[in-house]
Nanobody, 122 residues
Framework: QVRLVESGGGLVQAGGSLRLSCAASGRTFSRYSMGWFRQAPGKEREFVATINWSGGSTYYADSVKGRFIISRENAKNTVYLQMNSLKPEDTAIYYC???????????????WGQGTQVTVSS
């Protein structure tokens, strides 16, 4: 298991930007596919973006494609989510997750952080 701690959430106006960070414990970070998921009030948790072990391949939900960028720095055991052109509908708790399978298999992420709140005002 890998321990994950998110940071960088907050309140931003529509059209603004935020960058989320997720710091992972352990020496095997580079073996994991990493992802960001979110859960809005009254809704189920949904996939946002994932990245493979090297950072060379990424996968995005249609709702964020072209606005969000996922990246990772294996030397720092950290994954990021750069969020641009934010919309009120992006308001949610954002969770970092790690998985031992393919980054495409969004159902196979088994380790989760505690989440960070992102609120976008109109």
């Amino acid at each position: 298991q890998v321990r994950l701690v998110e940071s960088g959430g907050g309140l931003v106006q529509a059209g603004g930007s935020l960058r989320l960070s997720c710091a992972a414990s352990g020496r095997t970070f580079s073996r994991y596919s990493m992802g960001w998921f979110r859960q809005a009030p009254g809704k189920e948790r949904e996939f946002v973006a994932t990245i493979n072990w090297s950072g060379g391949s990424t996968y995005y939900a249609d709702s964020v494609k072209g606005r969000f960028i996922i990246s990772r720095e294996n030397a720092k055991n950290t994954v990021y989510l750069q969020m641009n052109s934010l919309k009120p509908e992006d308001t949610a708790i954002y969770y970092c997750a790690a998985g031992t399978g393919s980054y495409i298999s969004t159902d196979d992420f088994g380790s989760w952080g505690q989440g960070t709140q992102v609120t976008v005002s109109s």
